[in-house]
């Protein structure tokens, strides 16, 4: 995999409607990968006869590993390093394919100069469906003038 360069936003960089986004296509190894690290060896994700039996027809990724996704927007991209996350909701409304290119996307919904936290409306699009919904708090550094690359 390929990483994209950090990006670091101090609080005072963001605004409403601040927002960044990262593009995945989800490979067989991912699934692979993201059992082994996670535990969750359900075979919905890594057999294809038991999957082929279930109403999705074949496997499908962790929802955890598209809410990873997130994740890594917030912690690499906005706001990047020094973020702090402090919680996290999340919905999924449809199952996530090997193959299927994944849109995980966080835009600035509100600021709180309290504690400078910041609530982020989150989602997850996978070939033009809407696979994930949410929304995030976190902290963010203080400062200013610090958005780009890291």
Not at 97 to 104: L, N, R, S, W
């Amino acid at each position: 995999m390929t990483f994209q360069p950090l990006r670091t936003y101090a609080y005072d960089d963001l605004a409403i409607g601040t927002r960044d986004v990262l593009m995945r296509t989800v490979m067989e190894t991912d699934l692979v990968d993201f059992a082994e690290v996670s535990g969750d060896v359900n075979p919905i994700h890594l057999s294809e006869d038991y999957a082929a039996s279930t109403r999705f027809g074949g496997r499908i990724a962790h929802g955890m590993f598209t809410a990873s996704l997130i994740s890594a927007v917030i912690g690499s991209r906005m706001p990047g390093p020094g973020a702090v996350y402090l919680s996290q909701t999340l919905n999924f409304l449809a199952p996530v394919k090997i193959g299927d290119v994944v849109c995980a996307s966080v835009e600035v919904v509100e600021k709180l100069d309290k504690g400078r936290r910041v609530r982020l409306a989150c989602t997850c699009v996978a070939d033009g469906r809407a696979v994930l919904e949410g929304d995030a708090w976190v902290s963010v550094p203080a400062g200013s003038g610090r958005a780009g690359t890291a």
